[in-house]
């Protein structure tokens, strides 16, 4: 058997499905490239880009993380995120880096109101030992 099935999903929906002759991905042990009759395999994907080869047809997807199974020359894949390599445009890059950063601010609003809190503690645990409460000696 020369092509095996393989199907990427991510949030978005169906990303990819269809025959292949090889595809290559990005792991956290680094790349790997799967040919039909692959061993079992189930691993951890790193973000980056998968590269898929059919009839001499290379396409690319980028991912920003997710988990990868092989199994009976079946590839499913679970993306994090994931778009094909030529769709993404200038603005699709900006409203992401844009989304970023508002997240990284929201973050940042979350960890001053942990602190704010961690203060108000410690403030409250001053006032108590601060009261001129003296303790009997026994």
């Known amino acids: 058997m020369n092509k095996f099935v393989i199907e990427i999903l991510s949030p978005q929906g169906?990303?990819?499905?269809g025959e292949l002759s090889s595809v290559s991905f990005p792991t956290t042990s680094g790349m790997i490239t799967v040919l039909p009759g692959h061993a079992n395999l189930v691993t951890k994907l790193r973000?980056?880009?998968i590269v898929i080869t059919s009839?001499?047809?290379v396409k690319?997807?980028?991912v920003s993380g997710g988990f990868v199974e092989i199994a009976n020359n079946?590839?499913?894949v679970?993306?994090?995120f994931a778009a094909h390599s030529d769709a993404t445009d200038k603005q699709k890059v900006?409203?992401?880096?844009q989304l970023a950063k508002y997240m990284k601010a929201k973050r940042k609003e979350f960890v001053d109101i942990s602190a704010v809190e961690l203060k108000l503690k410690k403030s409250a645990a001053d006032l108590k030992s601060g009261l001129g409460i003296k303790r009997r000696k026994i």
């Open 14 to 17: 169906i990303i990819f499905k």
């Open 47 to 49: 973000g980056g880009e």
């Open 55 to 57: 009839s001499n047809v």
């Open 60 to 62: 690319k997807i980028v």
């Open 74 to 76: 079946n590839v499913n």
């Open 78 to 80: 679970v993306a994090e």
């Open 94 to 97: 900006d409203q992401a880096i």
